[in-house]
């Protein structure tokens, strides 16, 4: 399987990312950059990795939102391609349009940067079937913007829709209804603050991280 | 000609930063302030000489970028040059 990471200036978890790609895959992932207009033929899955991406200027991820291989991945993610992002790439995701709501400042205002404990809400879903129902994960997290906000009807809907994949045992950073990664309608776009791809290897701390790419890509 | 771009968290959104700042003001014994909204100013210089036309190009700029509508209002004021 080929799969891509989308690297945006100040982009700074796209390594971690291609290793867990390659560990994953067996096969090197496409670096893509930002400024490409149309992404290489054959891509099944797209990470969007965490950073700075410019900066944070304006607002976390909007700038990188805007940018051309992102409305590449927006069009072909409407037919179906899988896209995953992580703390910045969910931002992007959201500022973007192919997730709903919008990460804000952290409620306490600090940034955040500690191994968190998230509880797996369903694993009837393309990116945690290889999970256990019910069971706690930790992936670490980093972030100063990711306080997710929606109104109360887009809350509903995913909570009706099953949308929420991961809730977060101690909210870090005043998430509505503690969540901490949604999909989109189709089930194909994800996006969560922590960060699953620093979760891959024992020598990391944890490997927790490694059933929800072996979700995605088992189907693909 | 410019335009001021006015951006804030739109009324029952979660403002963390105006909150710290209405804290620390009364702290400082301003302890008439019940409340602080933190928002942005986006100045742009066009090149535009149409009033109308630029705040409707300003208006989209606000749409395509300088905005999240999911969180944000946005207050567009244009200044022509005296």
């Not at chain 1, 895959?25 to 990470?47: D, Q, S």
């Not at chain 2, 209405?22 to 535009?48: C, H, M, P, W, Y």
Request: charged share 25%; proline share 5%; glycine share 8%.
């Amino acid at each position: 399987m080929q799969t891509a990471v989308i690297r945006f200036p100040a982009s700074n978890c796209d390594r971690d990312a291609a290793v867990a790609l390659e560990k994953l895959t067996g096969r090197k992932p496409l670096i893509v950059w930002h400024r490409e207009t149309e992404l290489p033929a054959g891509v099944g899955f797209v990470v969007m990795p965490g950073g700075f991406s410019y900066g944070d200027y304006l607002r976390s991820g909007a700038i990188a939102s805007r940018s051309p291989i992102v409305q590449d991945i927006k069009a072909k993610s409407e037919r179906g391609l899988a896209v995953a992002g992580f703390c910045n790439g969910f931002q992007i995701l959201t500022e973007a349009g192919m997730l709903p709501g919008a990460l804000m400042r952290n409620k306490n205002l600090k940034f955040v940067c500690r191994p968190e404990r998230l509880k797996i809400e369903t694993t009837d879903s393309r990116f945690t079937s290889k999970y256990e129902k019910n069971s706690e994960v930790i992936f670490p997290v980093a972030h100063h913007d990711g306080n997710y906000f929606a109104d109360k009807d887009v809350i509903n809907r995913l909570e009706k829709e099953g949308r929420i994949l991961f809730r977060y045992a101690e909210n870090p950073n005043g998430s509505v209804n503690d969540i901490a990664g949604i999909v989109n309608e189709g089930g194909n776009v994800f996006g969560m603050m922590p960060h699953p791809e620093r979760a891959i290897d024992p020598l990391h701390g944890g490997t927790d991280g490694i059933n929800l790419f072996k979700s995605i890509l088992e189907t693909l | 000609m410019k335009a001021l771009v006015y951006i804030g968290l739109k009324p029952g959104v979660l403002d963390p930063q105006g909150r710290t700042i209405a804290r620390s003001l009364n702290d400082l014994g301003f302890d008439e302030v019940e409340n602080a909204f933190q928002g942005k100013i986006i100045e742009l210089t066009l090149s535009s000489t149409d009033t109308e036309a630029a705040e409707a190009r300003v208006k989209a700029m606000c749409e395509k970028l300088l905005a999240n509508t999911v969180i944000e209002n946005y207050r567009i004021e244009i200044v022509t040059a005296e």
